[in-house]
């Protein structure tokens, strides 16, 4: 007899609790590490003894470092798609994540079927920025998710060297901040590729950035006409405080599991379990 009918019998209630899902939706620039960062998740929680699952939405992928769970090139394949319609990569990738938008009820719901009662899935998705900036496929796809009780969490991901440039990363908020608006999901801001970060020594200006030191860098790169465009853009990162970064190491197990923990606590996933705080003393500078 199972929780549900055991409490009908005791309360002479009808109880039914609804099954709940959990999800990470991985996006970023092309060659951010997406694909690398879902691999070192998986291989964390096969060393923690927790179940997670990787799902390829990219139609251009070929290589894996991870166990495929579900795969978009089983519906449709880039290279079918460039061949049969005569389109270039980028032209070929957008009818192809087009095309699964058009399979939500059918292939989507089917794969889905093997994943409900609280599995794990992670997309990792392709590289190109109209997807989560304003094209509405992930939007539509993330919205079928919810229909199907999945809680959704975006974790975009920015190659670190974004930190040695201040216009390359205020480009990379503004990035992030698009695909918020565009997405209106839980959203977790990685640096990624720390570890082959060289100097790390001006980190902390960028993981949680003070505007007037963002401005005064800015203003400095760029000539005196650009002074007000600056200023815009560096309210609109610093006022709503929505823009902050977690950096990432896969080298270290530590760093692994903190962004980890930071993921399940957006999508409420384990609230029952304590959630590991990251050490106050933690220095992403020391190589250990």
């Known amino acids: 007899m199972g929780s549900c009918d055991i409490l009908s019998v005791l309360f002479g209630l009808d109880f039914c609790f609804v099954t709940m899902g959990y999800a990470q939706l991985v996006i970023g620039p ?6 690398t960062y879902c691999s070192s998740l998986y291989e964390h929680c096969e060393t923690v003894g927790r179940t997670m699952n990787v799902v390829n939405l990219d139609p251009a992928a070929e290589i894996f470092n991870y166990p495929v769970a579900m795969d978009i090139r089983e519906l449709v394949s880039l290279e079918d798609v460039m ?17 699964l ?7 989507v719901d089917e794969e889905l079927e093997n994943y409900r009662d609280d599995d794990y899935l992670i997309f990792d998705c392709p590289g190109q920025i109209e997807l989560f900036t304003h094209v509405p496929v992930l939007k539509n796809f993330v919205a079928h998710l919810q229909q199907k009780n999945f809680n959704v969490c975006v974790v975009y991901l920015l190659d670190s060297q974004f930190i040695t440039d201040v216009t390359k990363f205020i480009s ?8 918020m608006i565009q997405l209106e999901l839980p959203h977790i801001n990685i640096l990624s590729k720390m570890d082959l970060l060289q100097d790390k020594s001006n980190i902390d200006n960028y993981l949680d950035p003070e505007p007037r030191t963002l401005l005064a860098e800015l203003n400095e790169k760029m000539g005196p006409r650009y002074a007000k465009l600056n200023k815009a853009l560096i309210e609109m990162v610093g006022e709503y405080g929505m ?5 990432l190491d896969i080298r270290k197990e530590r760093s692994i599991q903190y962004v980890l923990s930071q993921i399940d606590v957006c999508i409420q996933f384990g609230e029952d ?3 590991k705080i990251k050490d106050e003393d933690e220095d992403f500078g020391d190589d250990q």
Not at 30 to 35: C, D, Q
Not at 101 to 107: A, M, P, T, Y
Not at 172 to 179: E, N
């Open 172 to 179: 990379g908020c503004m990035s992030s901040l698009s695909a």
């Open 101 to 107: 938008e058009d399979s939500l009820h059918d292939w």
């Open 30 to 35: 092309a060659g951010s590490g997406k694909s």
């Open 243 to 247: 823009v902050n970064f977690i950096p």
């Open 273 to 275: 379990a304590d959630v």
């Open 83 to 99: 061949e049969e319609l005569g389109l270039g990569p980028n032209g070929a990738l957008m009818y192809c994540m087009e095309y």
